[in-house]
């Protein structure tokens, strides 16, 4: 995080101007400049529909842990229990920030454990097919997808590369090499915590492409091409939603208890071990995790990548016979 205290020089020195509201967007003004655009946006919408309407118009010095509580059980009253939990951070992370700047009349917390007595939320896996034939008809759908061309090509690519949907999503073309069949995709844009991204600065997480991918990608350009992203949102610099996907499965009739686009990860996680054999770690590597090695992560780089390719490619493959 940024110097608090430096920032705070430009904070009201009384009691009196200091509200929740404006104490938190202060806050805001500093953590978001280390974070991605979408998790800024995602926090700032948290905000001001579940934290500043009970919180912001009181005066920061005087709100307790019961009217923070009271805030948080709004939230879970809909049933909305991992959120609950997401606000109170945000609350705690605002009153930390409050008395590292020496905010007046602010001496503790009323947030800090607070997630004790919070609902828990129910733990669940991204649905995911497992069962080829199954998997095959999904594919059959996909091809015959009546929607947007952009999202269907999307939807081709989602099971065969199984990146994360927001890496697919923010693919730009400058990373894709259509004919060395490679997409190199920057750290900065993977699901990284802050630290790591910015000790692994500079580097990328390969996905070869199988010809298969190569051949969806060829189709697409003609009409994204311009833009400097894969798949466009209606403003080419912006990329599609987050919902395309997952909604363009429901409109096919694929229901979010079968299948999401995060689901695709488990399935080829699975299948590539079960079914085609290939060694956890190169999948492992493939999916973007530590692959523990003790002569370092380069060399678990450079070992698995022949092995990630033969997979990719064995994979697609795999997924047209299903298809067929």
Not at 132 to 153: H, M, N, Q, T, W
Not at 185 to 208: D, M, S
Not at 209 to 216: I, K, M, R, T, W
Not at 280 to 303: F, M, T
């Amino acid at each position: 995080m940024h110097d608090y205290f430096a920032y705070c020089t430009t904070s009201p020195s009384t009691t009196q101007e200091n509200t929740f509201e404006r104490v938190a967007r202060q806050w805001y003004e500093v953590a978001q400049t280390e974070w991605t655009h979408g998790h800024a946006r995602t926090v700032l919408s948290r905000m001001e529909r579940d934290v500043l309407p009970p919180l912001g118009p009181k005066r920061i010095s005087d709100i307790t842990t019961k009217d923070v509580l009271a805030a948080l059980r709004l939230v879970e009253s809909r049933q909305a229990y991992e959120s609950a939990h997401r606000i109170k951070t945000i609350i705690g992370q605002v009153f930390n920030f409050a008395i590292i700047s020496d905010i007046p009349g602010v001496e503790n917390n009323p947030a800090a454990g607070l997630g004790k007595v919070l609902k828990q939320p129910a733990k669940k896996n991204m649905a995911a097919i497992l069962e080829p034939e199954k998997l095959g008809r999904l594919l059959r759908d996909i091809d015959a997808y009546a929607g947007s061309f952009v999202a269907r090509c999307a939807l081709q690519l989602a099971p065969m590369l199984f990146v994360r949907p927001g890496e697919l999503r923010n693919a730009k073309w400058d990373d894709i090499d259509l004919d060395g069949a490679v997409w190199q995709l920057p750290i900065e844009y993977t699901k990284l915590v802050l630290k790591e991204k910015a000790r692994r600065k500079g580097q990328v997480h390969t996905v070869p492409l199988a010809h298969q991918a190569v051949s969806v990608l060829r189709e697409l350009h003609p009409f994204t091409g311009r833009s400097p992203c894969v798949f466009p949102g209606r403003a080419a610099s912006r990329v599609m939603s987050e919902n395309t996907v997952n909604q363009a499965l429901r409109t096919m009739g694929w229901d979010g208890e079968t299948v999401t686009g995060h689901g695709f990860r488990a399935t080829a996680r699975t299948m590539l071990h079960e079914t085609l054999g290939f060694s956890p770690d190169a999948i492992e590597a493939q999916l973007g995790h530590r692959v523990p090695d003790r002569l370092g992560e380069a060399y678990n780089r450079s070992k698995h990548l022949e092995e990630r390719r033969r997979m990719m490619q064995a994979w697609a493959n795999y997924l047209d016979g299903l298809n067929g």
